[in-house]
């Protein structure tokens, strides 16, 4: 049976409905990845080998013999990837890093490199 009042109420639903759809496929709304972000060390004359071997094993789980390898890369070529992590994991990563090599006296830098 016809009904007016039905009728609007259907449209009505159903243009909501499509709203919620549209408003959760706009680019804006599809779900990111997490953007990655590379955690560089610095070379500088101070900080001790065993210290910079120690940092990579201890903040970005390398095994011994790779984080030697990083660091003697670092070493000769004046900065090398630490790690690479989502944002907010990379900013405190660095930060520890930072106060520990403070703490220590000693003036090891780690940056984050934002492109991908
Ligand atoms: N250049 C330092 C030295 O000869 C070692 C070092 C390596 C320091 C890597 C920092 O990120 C670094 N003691």
């Keep these: ?60 789980n390398k095994q011994k013999e790779e984080a030697h390898d990083i660091m003697l890369d670092v070493h000769n070529k004046g900065v090398g990837i630490g790690g690479v992590y989502p944002r907010e994991i990379a900013e405190t990563k660095a930060d520890l890093i930072h106060k520990y090599a403070h703490e220590c006296d000693y003036p090891l830098k780690c940056t984050l490199d934002e492109q991908s």
């Design 1 to 60: 049976m016809f009904h007016p009042f039905k009728i609007l109420c259907d449209e009505r639903r159903s243009n909501s409905e499509f709203e919620e759809t549209s408003v959760l496929t706009t680019p804006k709304e599809v779900l990111k990845e997490p953007l990655l972000v590379k955690v560089l060390l610095h070379n500088d004359d101070y900080t001790p080998m065993d210290f910079v071997v120690e940092i990579l094993e201890n903040f970005f």
